[in-house]
C-alpha cells in the first residue's frame, strides 16, 4: 500500500505491509546520504534491530543510537547525548536520520533531525500503531520538565515505511492506545470508516494484516488530508486534538505511564461525543459505542484521585486554550468537527452526567 502526503514544504511516500522494506532498499540506494543514524529504543532494538540491519549493511555505513523507552526518549539530557553521538560519528549535513520506533523514538529522532546542523532528512520507520498519527505530519519535539511536547519543530520526514510485520510484538495496552487514534480519525472524517470499525474489529487481539494494513492506511490518509490543508495548525489541524483535551489532563494527572496516552485519548473522546450532544447538534448511539469501547477493553471510568478541577484548570493551559477559555474539538456530526469554548459550568455539569454513564 502507497499513499503521497504531500504538504506545501515537501512530498513524500508512506509505504505500508509487504513491500516497505523493499521501498526502503530502495530508497536507501537511490539517495546521496553520507551515513545513517538509526535511532530506536532498547525495546525495539533488542526485538526488531536485525532485519532493519539486513536491509542497511549492504548499502552503506550506519550507526545506532538506542535511547530509553517511551516518554524517557523525549528527554533533554537524551537529546543532548543523541546530539553528542551524531557529532562523535562524523555525521554532516548530507547524513539522514533513521527514527525506529514509535512515536516518542519518532518524535526525539525527528526533533534531532531537525536541529542537528540546522537540519538534515530523516526517515521514519514505525513500529507501534499510534506511529500512524505521529509519523506523518512533521510535528517532531521533546517534553519539558514543565509541559509535554513543549519543544520542538515542523520536520516532513523524507518517507514512512512500515513493516506491519513488527507490529506482532507490540503489547495489547500499545494496540488499544494506537487504535484509539484510529478512532480518533474515523471520528473526525468518516462515518463509514467508523461504521467498518465497529462492525470488523471486536478483539483487538486478533487484527488481520489485511484489516490492520487498511485501518493504518485510512487513518494516516485522514491525517494527510488535514495536515495537507493546514501543515503548521493555524486552524483545521486543530481538529486532530478530538479527544486530547480532557485527554491530556487524565495523562498528566495519572502521571504519565499509568495510563497509555490512546487510552487516555479515548476516554476524552468519549466526554466529546457528551459535550457534542450538549453544545451541537450531534445524535449518535453513545451508549453502544461505549458498550463497544468496554468489549475491546478501554477502561472508561475515571481514576478516584482524578482531581476534574486540576484538570479544569491545565485545560486552561492547554496549547489549543486562548484568554483561559477551555476549547474543545466537538463534533456536529460523525465526520464534521468544530471547535468551540466551552464554558467551566458546561464542562462540569457534563463531566457529572458522563461520570454516571460511565461507572
Ligand atoms: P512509544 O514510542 O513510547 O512506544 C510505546 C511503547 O511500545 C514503548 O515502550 C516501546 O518500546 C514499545 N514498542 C514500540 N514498538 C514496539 C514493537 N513493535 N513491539 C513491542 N514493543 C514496542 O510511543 P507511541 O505510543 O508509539 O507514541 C506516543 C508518543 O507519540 C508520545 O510521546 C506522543 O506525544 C507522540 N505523538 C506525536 C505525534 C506527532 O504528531 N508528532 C502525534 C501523536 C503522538
Ligand atoms: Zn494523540
Known amino acids: 500500500l502507497l499513499i503521497n502526503i504531500e504538504t506545501s514544504s515537501k512530498t513524500y511516500p508512506v ?27 532498547f525495546t525495539v532494538g533488542r526485538l526488531h534491530l536485525d532485519e532493519l540491519r539486513t536491509c542497511l549493511s549492504r548499502i552503506m555505513d550506519y550507526c545506532i543510537f538506542k535511547v530509553p523507552a517511551s516518554e524517557q526518549a523525549k528527554q533533554f539530557s537524551v537529546y543532548e547525548e543523541a546530539l553528542t553521538f551524531a557529532l562523535e560519528n562524523d555525521l554532516d549535513r548530507k547524513s539522514c536520520i533513521i527514527a525506529f520506533g514509535g512515536g516518542a523514538v519518532g518524535d526525539l529522532a525527528g526533533f534531532v533531525a531537525a536541529t542537528f546542523m540546522r537540519g538534515i532528512r530523516f526517515i ?20 519539558h520538565p514543565l509541559g509535554k511536547n513543549m519543544v520542538g519543530a515542523f520536520h516532513q520526514p523524507e518517507g514512512v515505511y512500515y513493516f506491519t510485520d513488527l507490529l506482532e510484538t507490540l503489547p495489547l495496552s500499545e494496540i488499544r492506545s494506537g487504535f484509539a487514534e484510529v478512532v480518533k480519525h474515523a471520528f473526525i472524517a468518516d462515518q463509514e470508516f467508523l461504521d467498518f470499525l465497529m462492525e470488523s474489529i471486536t478483539d483487538l487481539t486478533k487484527i488481520s494484516r489485511t484489516d490492520l494494513n487498511y485501518i493504518l492506511k485510512k487513518g494516516i490518509e485522514i491525517k494527510a488530508n488535514i495536515v495537507h490543508q493546514d501543515e503548521r495548525e493555524n486552524g483545521l489541524r ?22 497509555t496516552h490512546g487510552e487516555a485519548i479515548m476516554t476524552g473522546l468519549v466526554y466529546a461525543l457528551y459535550l457534542s450532544e450538549a453544545e451541537t447538534d450531534l ?3 453513545i451508549h453502544r459505542f461505549e458498550q463497544w469501547l468496554v468489549t475491546l ?7 478516584a484521585q482524578f482531581d476534574f478541577d486540576k484538570a479544569i484548570t491545565s485545560m486552561k493551559r492547554d496549547k489549543k486554550s486562548f484568554a483561559n477559555k477551555p476549547r474543545f474539538i466537538l463534533l456536529e456530526e460523525i465526520g464534521k468537527p468544530v471547535v468551540k469554548e466551552i464554558g467551566e459550568e458546561q464542562l462540569r455539569s457534563t463531566y457529572e452526567k458522563f461520570i454516571i454513564a460511565t461507572q
Open 238 to 259: 486543530a481538529v486532530l486534538n478530538l479527544g486530547h483535551t480532557l485527554g491530556h489532563a487524565l495523562e498528566t494527572n495519572a502521571g504519565y505511564g499509568t495510563v
Open 297 to 303: 477493553g478501554y477502561r472508561l471510568e475515571i481514576p
Open 283 to 285: 445524535v449518535m448511539d
Open 124 to 143: 521514519q520507520v514505525p513500529t507501534t500503531i499510534l506511529a500512524h498519527d505521529s509519523a506523518v505530519g512533521g510535528k517532531t519535539g521533546i517534553n
Open 15 to 41: 509505504f505500508i505491509g509487504e513491500n516497505s522494506l523493499q521501498a526502503l532498499t530502495d530508497h536507501l540506494e537511490n539517495a546521496d546520504y553520507t551515513k545513517i543514524l538509526i535511532i530506536t529504543d
